[in-house]
C-alpha cells in the first residue's frame, strides 16, 4: 500500500470520506468547516444525496470552491434508498486505501482522521493491509446547538464493551460502531461488499466483517460532536438501568416491540453473514452464528439454552436480557 511521508514526517494516506446527505442543509455547513480542518488533509469528498428538497447539494458546491481536495458528487438519480444504502452506495464507489462514512449533521474534531488513520495503520503494520480492519471511537454527545450532553457516547448509551475473542457474538447481537466514528482500510471494504439487504445498518455489517474475519480497533477517545437534534436516522439514548427502567415502565408496548423487531433484524443479518462467510470463520463462530439465525426453529427450552451455554448473558446482561426473555 502507498504511503506518502508529509512535511514533519506523518504518514499520509489517501481516505475517501462519504457524506451522504438528505435535507441536511441546517448542519451541512458547520461538519464542511470540520472536514476542511482536519490535521489530515490527503482526503476526497464523496457525495451522494438521496432525494433533499433543500439546497444540501448547492451548499456542497458552493463550500467546495474554497478547498484544495477533490469533491465527486454522486448523481445516479436514485432517490429513497435511506441512509444505510446511500453510504453502501458510496462504499462501492470508494476506492482509496481507507474510508470513512461522514454524517451529515456532526462536526469532526480536528484530529478525527489522523487518529483513526493511526490505528488503522498500526493494526496493519502487526497484521498486514490484506486484513480487513475497522477503527472506531468514542463520541461525545451535544444537542442542535453542540452544547454538551455527555463527554462519552458509549458510557451515556452503554454500548457493549467487546471480550477478546468475543467480539463477533456480541456484533451479532448489538451495534458497537457508530459509522460516522469509523475509518475503515481498503480490505474490508472489499470484503464487506456488496451490502446485503438483510444487513441492519451499513455500519453493523462494517463492524461484523472486521469482527469475524479481521479487527475491531477501539480508539478511546472522542473524535466527533455527535450532533442529537430529534431527527436522527439513529441517535444516543441514556442507557443505564434506571433509565432503561423508566422507560420500559413508561413505554412497556413500545420497548417490547422494539426488542422483538430488533431481534428478528438481528436473527436476519447473522444469517446473512454466515451464509457469505461461514467456510471463513472458527467453528464455534460459525455455530454460534447459525443456531442464533435459526432460534425461531428451536424449542423454548433449547433457544434459552443457547443464550445460557455461550455466556451471551454474562457479556451484556442487561442488553442481553430482552433477547433472552423474547426468544
Same mark, same amino acid.
Given at each position: ?132 480492519? #475497522? ?52 480490505? #474490508? ?52 438501568? #434506571? ?81 433472552? #426473555?423474547?426468544?
Amino acid at each position: 500500500m502507498a504511503r506518502r511521508p508529509a512535511e514533519g514526517g506523518e504518514t499520509m494516506s489517501r481516505i475517501d470520506i462519504l457524506l451522504a446527505t438528505y435535507n441536511g442543509a441546517r448542519f451541512l455547513p458547520e461538519q464542511l468547516a470540520s472536514l476542511s480542518a482536519q490535521s489530515h488533509y490527503d482526503w476526497r469528498l464523496l457525495v451522494r444525496d438521496d432525494g433533499s428538497s433543500d439546497n444540501s447539494l448547492a451548499i456542497v458546491r458552493e463550500w467546495a470552491k474554497g478547498i484544495s481536495q477533490p469533491v465527486e458528487i454522486i448523481e445516479d438519480g436514485r432517490t429513497g434508498l435511506g441512509a444505510s444504502l446511500n453510504f453502501a452506495t458510496l462504499l462501492e464507489i470508494s476506492d482509496a486505501p481507507y474510508f470513512a462514512c461522514c454524517d451529515q449533521d456532526d462536526v469532526w474534531l480536528p484530529e478525527k482522521l489522523s487518529i483513526m488513520l493511526r490505528a488503522v495503520q498500526s493494526a496493519e503494520d502487526s497484521a498486514g493491509s490484506d486484513m480487513p480492519i #475497522l477503527a472506531y471511537s468514542d463520541l461525545r454527545v451535544v444537542d442542535g446547538g453542540l452544547n454538551l450532553i455527555a463527554e462519552s457516547f458509549r458510557d451515556f448509551s452503554r454500548r457493549p464493551r467487546l471480550p477478546r475473542g468475543r467480539e463477533l457474538r456480541q456484533v451479532m447481537m448489538h451495534n458497537a460502531v457508530t459509522g460516522c466514528a469509523s475509518l475503515g482500510n481498503a480490505a #474490508l471494504r472489499a470484503k464487506a461488499l456488496p451490502v446485503p439487504p438483510q444487513a441492519s445498518m451499513h455500519d453493523w455489517w462494517l463492524g461484523l466483517v472486521a469482527a469475524g474475519l479481521g479487527k475491531l480497533v477501539w480508539v478511546p477517545h472522542a473524535t466527533i460532536l455527535y450532533r442529537q437534534h430529534g431527527g436522527n436516522t439513529l441517535g444516543a439514548n441514556a442507557a443505564d438501568p #434506571l433509565s432503561q427502567l423508566r422507560y420500559v415502565a413508561s413505554n412497556a408496548g413500545e420497548a417490547l416491540g422494539r426488542s422483538r423487531k430488533l431481534l428478528v433484524a438481528t436473527r436476519r443479518q447473522a444469517g446473512a453473514f454466515v451464509n457469505r462467510y461461514g467456510d471463513a470463520l472458527g467453528e464455534q463462530d460459525r455455530v454460534i452464528l447459525q443456531n442464533y439465525a435459526r432460534l425461531g426453529q428451536m424449542s423454548w427450552a433449547s433457544r434459552k439454552a443457547f443464550f445460557l451455554q455461550n455466556r451471551m448473558l454474562a457479556d451484556n446482561a442487561l442488553k442481553n436480557m430482552p433477547f433472552f #426473555l423474547l426468544a
